[in-house]
């Protein structure tokens, strides 16, 4: 990041060419982040197969890479779905998870052999007809959810309830000719490795009933949602934490755009809830997450590891944001800079909101100042006289870039740049618009030292 940031010389060139925001990819890290998932997989000794979900970026270069490290990608669209074929990615390592799947969708999937994974009853009428009508064998995945743990019922919207998965699956074959089930499906809301684990028990059960009728799971895929750690120390977490609270009590200044409260509820003094943010500092990322999953201890008082390994399950997974961590930057370009009527410093820069959004209340890393006269990127200090807010342009009052309010060592000019880092996984793609008719940001991919269009 720092490297492609000092280049100011390359970094004006490639503004001059494509505007502002930028999208910079550096493809290094991917694989990293996959060999370390891959090789706690492998000192389990289990079957694995991992998909990189691509919903999470748009770049093409994601899916090359994963073709080229040899692993998969989860697809979740026609054109997801349509790219990684013609990107020649193999159609064994390709899997169909849409949420919605029109006709054309679920007819590209067949004609390549696709595994599709199966929401509803009316999706596997839809893949049975179809597959009948081009004369193919669907091979599908059951999605299922409303695992119960701890007591308690994790809701989602997707899948098929799991207490009635071993029945509908033992029916599949008779009344659904055209569909070979090969495995299970979930994808957990959230980020606990408890919850996961208990699901992961639960399925591993289905998959024992089914066998006792002769019904082979090749898989068990538990999806994605692994966490990324992206602050490296606990006290950036806890001070900024302590200090919204403080600021929100209205015991110190703001330390967010209006005082936001990034979901805290203030009710007649006391703070109530938690900040509606990703917890973007935690001990438990990628692979350790993983590894906490995979030590789950089922009924028997077997891991869910041991109980994959001794049945020869393969186990899969779908990790989206953790498969991206560090591969990618948004660089913007300021375009003004001036004092509002509550005397707070606003930064207007040539990008609006929707290029670096997640659904979280607020994105908590630190933004790169790169000012041109000084091209050595620099961290907001500690403390400053000069404090301020990033803002877009879309014409709304709350195109604000991020909500908590930035220290300078002084007032960018115009023309410097600002990076946002670590934004590759959904905060850079995820919600973009094209409202105003801006044109969406350039996706730049670092190749042989340059960076060249994805
Ligand atoms: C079915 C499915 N798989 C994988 C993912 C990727 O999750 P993450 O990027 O958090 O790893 C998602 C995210 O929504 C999903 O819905």
């Known amino acids: 990041m720092c490297d492609a940031l000092s280049d100011t010389a390359q970094l004006a060139d490639l503004f001059a060419q494509h505007g502002s925001p930028l999208n910079l990819h550096h493809l290094g890290p991917f694989g990293d982040n996959y060999r370390a998932y891959a090789d706690l997989l492998d000192q389990h000794n289990l079957k694995h197969l991992i998909f990189f979900a691509r919903k999470a970026n748009k770049s093409k270069a994601f899916v090359q890479a994963a073709q080229q490290l040899g692993f998969g990608v989860d697809t979740a669209s026609y054109r997801e ?82 207490d009635d998965a071993v029945a509908f699956i033992s029916q599949m074959g008779a009344t659904y000719p055209n569909l070979q089930f090969k495995g299970f499906h979930f994808h957990l809301n959230g980020y606990s490795r408890h919850e996961r684990g208990a699901a992961l028990a639960t399925t591993i059960a289905c998959a024992d009933s089914l066998r006792e009728m002769g019904i082979a799971t090749d898989f068990i895929d538990i999806g994605g949602g692994l966490l990324v750690r992206y602050l490296q120390e606990q006290s950036q977490w806890e001070t900024f934490m302590h200090e919204l609270k403080r600021a929100v009590r209205g015991e110190r200044e703001p330390i967010t755009f209006g005082n936001n409260p990034l979901g805290l509820q203030l009710v007649a003094g006391k703070i109530y809830g938690e900040p509606n943010v990703y917890p973007y500092f935690n001990t438990t990322p990628k692979a350790t997450f993983l590894a906490e999953v995979l030590d789950y201890r089922a009924a028997t008082g077997e891991t869910v590891a041991a109980q994959l390994r001794n049945r020869a399950i393969e186990l899969r997974l779908e990790p989206g944001r953790s498969l991206l961590d560090q591969t990618g930057i948004t660089v913007a370009q300021v375009a003004f800079r001036k004092w509002d009527s509550r005397g707070d410093l606003l930064v207007g820069l040539e990008m609006n909101r929707t290029q670096m959004y997640s659904s979280s ?15 050595r990127p620099t961290l907001p200090p500690a403390a400053s006289e000069i404090m301020g807010y990033f803002v877009g342009a879309y014409c709304l009052e709350q195109d604000i870039i991020l909500k908590r309010k930035i220290p300078f060592a002084r007032v960018p000019e115009i023309g410097d740049w600002v990076c946002f880092p670590n934004t590759a996984g959904y905060m850079m793609h995820f919600y973009e618009t094209e409202a105003h008719l801006f044109e969406l940001a350039t996706n730049l991919v670092l190749r042989d030292g340059q960076f060249v269009l994805d």
Not at 361 to 375: H, I
């Open 81 to 162: 779905l349509a790219q990684a074929l013609e990107l020649g990615n193999a159609p064994e390592k390709l899997v169909l998870t849409a949420a919605i799947k029109p006709a054309k969708l679920v007819r590209l999937a067949l004609e390549n052999d696709v595994l599709i994974v199966l929401d509803n009853v009316d999706e596997c009428v839809l893949v049975d007809t179809l597959a009948r009508e081009m004369g193919k064998t669907a091979i599908v995945g059951i999605r299922i959810s409303g695992f119960t743990v701890a007591g308690e019922q994790l809701y989602s919207r997707f899948g098929f309830p799991v």
């Open 361 to 375: 209340a607020d994105f908590l890393l630190d933004p790169l100042l790169v000012y041109r006269d000084d091209p």
